[in-house]
């Protein structure tokens, strides 16, 4: 099986930067990478696999989600829903679900009004700033699409807050995703596309 992995940043990752598509933070920066990614691999065969950090208002800190379903506030305008493929491994299996929600801003009460978060949070139950650029793009190709994301946040902190717990949620990120790649590696052979 062929894995195209992509994050927002290195930070996000830890030990596995030489395996993943780096982004950049922001939907702008998601489409960018991903149209520049499937010039070279649009032929291809494989299976996109979006991780990362997410801010979240239903789980804890330090949670490993499996994301389900991909929304954004220019739904309104999208044909067709963002649902996301899962692996068939057990770890993979064993993770709580949820809805991202992906806009264009870092998603907290600095940013967003009570009435506008409120609103959200009855839609999703995390959120990032990548995800729904990086799903079209991929889904325009045909490209299977599964998505892992550690909670950093319970929508209470800035951004500089981030960047401090980043680097110890990365290792746990990293940590889940190499037993995941052993465990599938154990049925069929793991390959990596890089740009």
């Known amino acids: 099986m062929k894995i195209a ?3 927002a940043v290195p930070e996000e990752v830890c030990k596995l930067s030489d395996i993943v598509n780096f982004m950049g933070i922001g939907r702008e920066n998601a489409t960018r990478t991903a149209l520049e990614f499937m010039r070279k691999y649009k032929d291809e065969d494989f299976v996109v696999l979006n991780v990362g950090t997410v801010g979240s208002h239903a789980f804890p800190v330090g949670t490993v989600l499996s994301i389900d379903e991909i929304t954004s506030s220019g739904m309104l305008f999208c044909d067709r ?4 493929e899962k692996f068939s491994s057990p770890l993979a299996q064993n993770h709580p679900s949820a809805v991202l929600f992906s806009s264009d801003s870092f998603v907290s009460p600095h940013v ?3 009435a506008f978060l409120s609103e959200i949070k009855q839609k999703a139950g995390c959120f990032d700033m990548e995800s729904s650029a990086l799903y079209s793009v991929m889904s325009e190709y045909g490209k ?3 998505s892992f994301k550690i909670v950093s946040d319970n929508l209470d902190v800035t951004i500089e807050v981030w960047k401090q717990r980043v680097e110890e949620l990365s290792k746990k990120l990293a940590a889940f995703l190499e037993q995941l790649f052993a465990e599938m590696g154990q049925t069929e052979k793991v390959e990596f596309l890089v740009k």
Do not use: C, G, Q
């Open 5 to 7: 992995v992509f994050a």
């Open 81 to 84: 829903p963002m649902k996301l």
């Open 112 to 114: 967003y009004t009570d």
């Open 144 to 146: 299977k699409y599964v």
